[in-house]
């Protein structure tokens, strides 16, 4: 039987309605599932500690539930990519402020300026470390994100045959001696979990981010 997609993820547009109403829980946490560790990892990458990385996201969240309600999936005039990072990329210049003592805040991220053109006016050069890895960040987080939902749906056994001689890069013959299995159910293992990697990400990719 094939998979149905539509019935594993939510449609980007789906979600985004749905975020519009603050007390859906279920949707936040979604939200929270797949983006926290792409904006993490974003900010880490700009120059951050662990813990004012933690507050970006915890801040970025916070703009995006402001800022939301007035959002519109357009991604012929704004990408949801390129609007999360210039939201990501205001609290990561917040952080280089702070840790400066710069005085007052940006102020948070409204939807779209007055001409209707996404928001992105920041000239703060600490900042502009996120701009050169925000792409690397948000393909590596479409790949584990992918990789993470097809772990629930193959067998404990493939996944683990799959990570370790994948993910982990040991040989065919370590990975069966290691797990105690033939070296054709790791070749097999490895084609029927990449391939469904490969399918998620191509989802993701096209419905999703």
Known sequence: MPVD?????????????RLKHWDDQKSWQDFYD???????????K?????????????DTVIAVVKAIEGFEYQPEK????????????RQVANQFRKRQGRGRLLEPLPPRDAEGEPVNDISDPASMALDETWEREWERNLLEAATERVKRRVSPAQ???FEYHVLQDHGVVETARALGV???????????????????????????V
């Not at 797949?34 to 880490?44: E, H, K, P, S």
């Open 182 to 208: 033939g070296a054709t159910k790791v070749y097999l293992a490895k084609h029927r979990v990449s391939v469904q990697v490969r399918n998620e990400v191509a989802y993701l990719r096209t419905r999703y």
């Open 46 to 58: 700009a120059g951050l500690e662990e813990v004012e990385a933690e507050d970006v996201v915890q």
């Open 159 to 161: 996944f683990q045959i």
């Open 5 to 17: 997609w539509n019935q594993l993820i939510p449609t980007r547009r789906s979600l985004l309605s």
């Open 34 to 44: 797949i983006y926290a560790r792409l904006i993490y990892g974003a900010a880490i």
């Open 78 to 89: 704004c990408a949801f990519k390129t609007w999360l990072h210039a939201i990501t990329r």
